[in-house]
């Protein structure tokens, strides 16, 4: 059973970079079984997946963010991480990361989520 | 990118009802759309895979169907466990995925 734990600032301010990490248990980062994904939701709304990256290292990244999104790998620590450059107040959200099976494309196991907030 | 679309937003509904969410999609998908049960302040949780498959350790009573752009969760017997939010989410062909806006069961 994958089982995963986001950990970062809960609090980062307007123009700065949101980082996030997932620490991954009872999987493997470097399986080709799963992609790793990022998804957020502001409080009382809906879900936004924001990207994925494979064991590969390749990644797909929502238009709507604009370029701002970088996710990467550390497979010797077993975790994946999020960047969200140039961060606004609508970038305030709960955090999820998520995984799920390569061949659906859902998101099978989640993280509690963190709650980012962005103001100054 | 693919929209989809939720109804209704909210419904009330009593213990043993049986209660049917859709979801729509703005074009013609794969069977790749999936089905979400989020608790407040808990994370969403995987119900159905790829229209009608059930996921691990999900009760029976949750059944997903469609095809095309109309896709349907029906939970055949609510149990008071079941008052959430409801997700669709497709993955067909290539990101971005996208979810619906949700549908809230309440109690009657």
């Known amino acids: 059973q994958v089982q995963l734990q986001e950990s970062g600032p809960g609090l980062v301010r307007p123009s700065q970079t949101l980082s996030l990490t997932c620490t991954v248990s009872?999987?493997?980062?470097?399986?080709?079984?799963?992609?790793w994904s990022w998804i957020r939701q502001p409080a009382g709304k809906g879900l936004e997946w924001i990207g994925r990256?494979?064991?590969?290292?390749?990644?797909d990244y929502n238009p709507s963010l604009k370029g701002r999104v970088t996710i990467s790998l550390d497979t010797s620590k077993n975790q994946f991480s999020l960047k969200l450059s140039s961060v606004t107040a609508a970038d305030t959200a709960v955090y999820f990361c998520?995984?799920?099976?390569?061949?659906?494309?859902?998101?099978?196991?989640w993280g509690q989520g963190v709650l980012v907030t962005v103001s100054s | 990118d693919i929209q989809m679309t939720q109804s209704p937003s909210s419904l009330s509904a009593s213990i043993g009802d049986r209660v049917s969410i859709t979801c729509r999609a703005s074009?013609?998908?794969?069977?790749?759309l999936h089905w979400y049960q989020q608790r407040p302040g808990k994370a969403p949780k995987l119900l159905i895979y790829?229209?009608?498959g059930l996921q691990s350790g999900v009760p029976s009573r949750f059944i997903g169907s469609g095809s095309g752009t109309d896709f349907t969760l029906t939970i055949s017997s609510l149990q008071p466990e079941d008052f959430a939010t409801y997700y669709c989410?497709?993955?067909?062909?290539?990101?971005?995925?996208?979810f619906g806006q949700g549908t809230k069961v309440e109690i009657k």
């Open positions: 990256i494979y064991f590969s290292g390749s990644t």
């Open positions: 998520a995984s799920g099976y390569s061949g659906y494309n859902s998101f099978d196991y």
């Open positions: 989410q497709q993955s067909h062909n290539t990101p971005p995925w996208t």
């Open positions: 009872g999987g493997s980062v470097s399986s080709s079984n799963y992609y």
């Open positions: 790829a229209t009608s």
């Open positions: 074009q013609r998908i794969s069977r790749y």
